[in-house]
């Protein structure tokens, strides 16, 4: 640091004022979609802000909530595994996260269903989540129940 100029310093601090604004702005869409999506979905929209009763209830609404405890548990195995230092709990820690990667895709391809949408709704869901969770709460879609 005692080698950046005043310049360069500002340049920064202005850098990282900006990149904080604009988390703060996509944060606040994220929490106006969740919320928007659960009353659509019939939920009342405050169980959208409480971190982890929220992905509880998502489930609910896209396939079915005992896959989140599912994903739950395979966060904690995968945390476990991960800080082991042999070679089989790493590779064992790499096939779970795998395992989770797809359970989040198949749930964004059933939380698309859930509101009548097809496949590359999904997609959108999985790559551009914030983006398309905006277009599920503000859009016309209806929600249609969870998805076997």
């Known amino acids: 640091m005692e080698n950046l100029s005043n310049g360069q310093l500002a340049a920064l601090g202005v850098s ?13 869409l994220e929490v106006i979609a ?7 979905a019939g939920e009342p929209g405050w169980k959208s802000i409480i971190p982890i009763y929220s992905s509880y209830i998502s489930y609910k ?37 795998i395992v989770n990667i797809v359970i989040y895709c198949m749930y964004n391809g059933k939380m698309a269903k859930a509101f009548g949408k097809g496949t590359g709704f999904a997609v959108g869901l999985v790559f551009l989540n914030p983006i398309f969770k905006l277009i599920l709460g503000f859009g016309n879609a209806r929600y249609q129940g969870p998805q076997a």
């Open 61 to 97: 609404i896209a396939w079915n909530s005992m896959m989140f405890w599912v994903t739950f548990a395979i966060g904690i195995v995968y945390n476990l595994l991960a800080k082991g230092e042999s070679g089989f709990m790493t590779i064992a820690a790499g096939v779970i996260m």
């Open 16 to 28: 990282l004022g900006v990149f904080f604004i604009v988390a703060i702005i996509i944060w606040v």
């Open 34 to 40: 969740g919320w928007k999506i659960f009353k659509k």
